[in-house]
Nanobody, 125 residues
Framework: QVQLVEFGGGLVQPGGSLRLSCASS????????IGWFRQAPGKAREGVSC?????????YYADSVKGRFAISRDKANYTVYLQMNNLKPEDTAVYYC?????????????????WGQGTQVTVSS
């Protein structure tokens, strides 16, 4: 059973920053791609970013977040981070960390089927 625990959501003004954390395990970071997708009310689920497990990882960003979001991992602490800068109201959503058998490449992300509980990000003035 893969367990993922997310931290770091909240309310921020447009232009602000937040960092999401996803605590996992050594097995997960060594075996699977891990990443983030988001779900906003009335909108389709969107894969935001992912990082593959290799030492020279593939990294994906959705066009909507390129240049503003950055994914990173700390293998010593089994944690993946999503640094979100210059946040916009359209970034408002529940963000989920996801892992498991899936696919992560420079231009494509298909999340695995193990998700965290989700964390709300609200961008509003």
């Amino acid at each position: 059973q893969v367990q993922l625990v997310e931290f770091g959501g909240g309310l921020v003004q447009p232009g602000g920053s937040l960092r999401l954390s996803c605590a996992s395990s050594r097995f997960v970071l060594d075996s699977y791609s891990i990443g983030w997708f988001r779900q906003a009310p009335g909108k389709a689920r969107e894969g935001v970013s992912c990082i593959s497990p290799s030492d020279d990882p593939k990294i994906y960003y959705a066009d909507s977040v390129k240049g503003r979001f950055a994914i990173s991992r700390d293998k010593a602490n089994y944690t993946v981070y999503l640094q979100m800068n210059n946040l916009k109201p359209e970034d408002t959503a529940v963000y989920y960390c996801a892992t498991g058998p899936g696919y992560c490449d420079d231009d494509y992300y298909s999340p695995g089927d193990s998700w965290g509980q989700g964390t709300q990000v609200t961008v509003s003035s």
